[in-house]
């Protein structure tokens, strides 16, 4: 079926149409990995860092707890490694443990917390609680294979004004890393009540959304096993994953829903956490991050193929695209798709006319595909001259993991012709 984009601007919908099939998506199953959260070694790791005392950055306090964080994600056999940074007059060290993805893609799933504290504090729940989860995810998935890289990173320097992620995420821009979403576990395990100890913050902006949308639906899904109700709240100033944010990844974090009595005070122990409410977070961030990450995936990057064509019609010309889904029928591909057509010479994209309108050939879109997705751009005239036709196919929600990319260029002769080269 053929169905008209109208929700872009005036008349952008007249220069191209779509076609699609779609069904369903499916998710992967995460209570096996649940069951081996372990309530005990959550406690004995937050039991841990309080007993090294108040360990602000700089500390010598907080190098043994960097000693303890590095012997126990050595443990899982993933490489782990000190990330010396610099902040102005501030220095410290971040500690990252890798889980490489096995597919083909580049992307980058963090999840993160603090090990630094304030400094009269021994910083039982901030951020104790988000250390124990961290430790703990790193030592279950480690056992399991992903789609996605997953990072599995503690921050110094967050009390100072999240020193040690900003330091990451500016670098990690500057080598162009593909993180695909940054999820933060900030003061996770205070709750009194009922109702406090059945439910969890979870900050985003709208762009980072999405992560809320994904912790919500395995919140719902394994409800008997994670028993929490996921509250969505806007941006969070004062977590590590704002970093990431400033740099234009996706970031967001979890934060315990009570008020806290005891934040930045000497009473930050763990006598005052509920580790039952702990280990609640616990489970619904390893479904969360298994779930972005594609725990045996059923469709890849490599089921998709992208087919670019120019075509000669009476009137208009047209560039055609076309993507395929391979695994149509039993699994759909939530995709963004970016499409681009640029003159090579003049370096900015071709116009497209139609009616007196000049429209650029750009456009971003998000789609649901199971057979196929068709899209064609016909104007009464185009700039001559010659052109790339780009685009980009990104995952979404369970798909995340998905990413492909094809160039092809050619030659618009005339407002009747549209020539494409052999792709390169």
């Not at 990072?151 to 110094?156: P, Q, V, W």
């Not at 900003?166 to 890393?177: G, P």
């Not at 008020?259 to 930050?268: A, G, K, R």
């Not at 685009?391 to 993991?401: A, C, R």
């Amino acid at each position: 079926m053929t169905i008209p984009i109208s929700s872009l601007s005036v008349n952008h919908s007249s220069f191209y149409s779509i076609k699609y099939k779609n069904f369903g998506a499916t998710s992967p199953d995460i209570i096996e990995m649940i069951k081996k959260v372990n309530k005990t070694i959550l406690r004995n790791h937050v039991q841990t860092i309080q007993d090294f005392g108040p360990h602000p950055t700089g500390s010598e306090e907080l190098k043994l707890v960097g000693d303890y964080i590095y012997n126990e994600l050595s443990k899982t056999k993933l490489p782990v490694e000190y990330l010396s940074w610099k902040y102005e007059k501030d220095t410290g060290e971040n500690i990252v443990a890798t889980l490489n993805g096995i597919g083909k893609t580049d992307g980058i799933i963090i999840v993160c917390a603090h090990y630094d504290t304030i400094r009269i504090s021994p910083g039982a729940d901030d951020d104790g609680s988000g250390v124990a989860i961290v430790l703990m995810l790193a030592e279950i998935m480690s056992n399991y294979s992903f789609n996605t890289t997953i990072k599995f990173i503690l921050f110094s320097g967050e009390e100072q004004g999240l020193l040690g992620s900003s330091v990451y995420a500016k670098n990690a821009k500057e080598n162009n890393e593909n993180i695909i979403g940054v999820l933060a576990l900030d003061k996770v395990g205070y709750a009194v009540t009922a109702e406090e100890g059945n439910k969890i913050i979870h900050h985003s902006n709208i762009e980072s959304k999405w992560m809320v949308d994904i912790s919500s639906e395995v919140a719902s899904n394994y409800y008997d096993y994670i028993e929490l109700e996921v509250i969505h709240w806007s941006e969070d100033p004062g977590s590590d994953h704002l970093s990431f944010v400033n740099e234009g990844y996706h970031g967001t974090d979890f934060v315990r829903y009570a008020i806290n009595p005891y934040y930045h005070t000497s009473e930050d122990i763990i006598e005052n956490m509920n580790i039952t409410y702990l280990t609640k977070v616990c489970n619904l961030t390893l479904a969360t991050i298994s779930k972005i990450a594609c725990l045996n995936p059923i469709i890849n990057s490599e089921d998709l193929k992208i087919i670019m064509k120019g075509r000669i019609l009476s009137r208009p010309a047209q560039i055609y695209l076309k993507i395929e889904n391979n695994k149509h029928g039993i699994d759909t591909a939530n995709v963004t798709i970016n499409v681009k057509v640029s003159n090579i010479l003049r370096n900015q994209y071709v116009q497209a006319t139609k009616k007196h309108y000049n429209i650029p050939c750009k456009w971003f879109l998000t789609k649901e595909i199971d057979e196929y997705f068709e899209f064609l751009v016909g104007g009464r005239k185009y700039n001559r001259g010659l052109f790339k036709f780009e685009v980009i196919i990104k995952g979404i929600n369970d798909d995340i993991h998905l990413y492909k990319k094809q160039i092809t260029y050619g030659w618009i002769l005339n407002k009747l012709r549209v020539i494409m080269f052999p792709r390169l």
